[in-house]
């Protein structure tokens, strides 16, 4: 399967499918960036971003290169906000909200992002050296939301658990990182070229 998901064709069509969801997602985020002080605009609307980053993986996979620092930002960032995304919605509906079936597209989408930057790990290239720098931007991420309160909007049902959230958000990251180094960047991992590529590290 993993074989099949470096096929042309499919990064095409996932690249695709990444386009729509993020122009949609930078859509979703439109209120609170309308609200939001500009020297702070590029930190809030996470999961688009994230889906921006996988977006220029894909396409460098189609020409058949590739590159670390946009991997690993891909990686942490897809599990981690995908993950996040998933995690609110669901509190928000034990909480006691009402879950829309926007609700529900949200979680499945969002755990489609998680799930595809960890299927699409055994291409990634990436130097210890660049998760470091990726690690260090988001953790600066989580203080840029839960100090100076550009957090993503959540539900009225948990918002009085911001505190909460953020010390989640930060183990998150951690995940994250911890999880891109184990499956993108530790040397003794399964590793799989693009179709009549190099293997060799970039």
């Not at 996932?14 to 960036?33: D, F, H, P, R, S």
């Not at 620092?69 to 998933?86: C, D, P, R």
């Not at 470091?132 to 948990?158: E, F, K, Q, R």
């Amino acid at each position: 399967m993993i074989r099949f998901l470096g096929m042309p064709t499919m990064i095409a069509a996932l690249l695709i499918v990444n386009v729509l969801g993020t122009i949609y997602g930078y859509w979703w985020y439109k209120a609170q960036l309308e609200i939001t002080p500009p020297v702070f605009l590029i930190f809030v609307p996470d999961s688009p971003t994230a889906s921006l980053f996988f977006c220029i993986v894909l396409f460098l996979f189609l020409l058949k290169k590739n590159n670390g620092l946009i991997e690993a930002l891909a990686s942490v960032t897809l599990i981690k906000y995908g993950l996040w995304a998933v995690a609110m919605n669901i509190s928000a509906g034990i909480a006691g909200a009402e879950l829309s079936w926007q609700n529900y597209m949200l979680i499945a989408s969002h755990f489609g992002m998680a799930l595809q930057a960890v299927l699409f790990a055994p291409y990634y290239r990436i130097k210890n050296w660049q998760l470091i720098v990726v690690a260090l931007w988001t953790v600066h991420n989580d203080i840029i939301d839960y100090v100076y309160g550009m957090y993503p909007w959540v539900s009225s049902a948990i918002v009085d658990s911001i505190a909460h959230i953020g010390y989640f958000t930060f183990w998150l990251s951690v995940f994250s990182v911890a999880v891109t180094w184990f499956l993108g960047a530790k040397k003794e991992r399964t590793m799989y070229s693009l179709p009549h590529q190099p293997g060799k590290l970039s």
